[in-house]
């Protein structure tokens, strides 16, 4: 038996976790986030840069680990090194696109508009999309 299936399974689950807390840092920014004046421009362009950055990051990681070690995997699915890093280039991406949902959550806590927030939530929300789980195809 593979160990494959197994980590799909688990990836799985951790995705499904992971995405479903998207909606929740959303409503979470709306009920405790400030009601002062706004966050400063700086702020929100420097976090708008640290999450084109992000993103950027997440889809070239996903591709150089997850790809390459799913290649290997078509091949050899009981080759444990390629499952290792297939797995962490996963959950990296998952991570990386999270990270994306809590710069939107953090604007919007420090007082930022409902606007700037869910571009945020949006692109995190389409690279969980793009970042789902699957086994790699023959």
Do not use: H
Request: a positive charge; charged letters at 15%.
């Amino acid at each position: 038996m593979s160990a494959l299936p197994d980590q799909l399974r688990s990836l799985r689950i951790i995705y499904a976790i992971m995405f479903a807390m998207l909606p929740v840092y959303a409503c979470l920014g709306e009920f405790l986030g400030s009601k002062g004046p706004g966050v400063d421009a700086t702020l929100e362009i420097g976090c708008a840069v640290c999450g084109m950055v992000i993103a950027a990051v997440a889809i070239f990681f996903r591709r150089k680990t997850s790809e390459s070690a799913g290649q290997v995997l078509r091949s050899d699915p009981e080759n444990q090194q390629a499952l290792t890093r297939w797995r962490s280039g996963q959950i990296v991406s998952f991570v990386l696109a999270e990270s994306i949902v809590l710069l939107g959550f953090a604007q919007r806590f420090l007082g930022g508009p409902v606007k700037v927030a869910i571009l945020y939530y949006f692109v995190a929300g389409v690279l969980f999309l793009l970042f789902r789980p699957s086994e790699p195809v023959v």
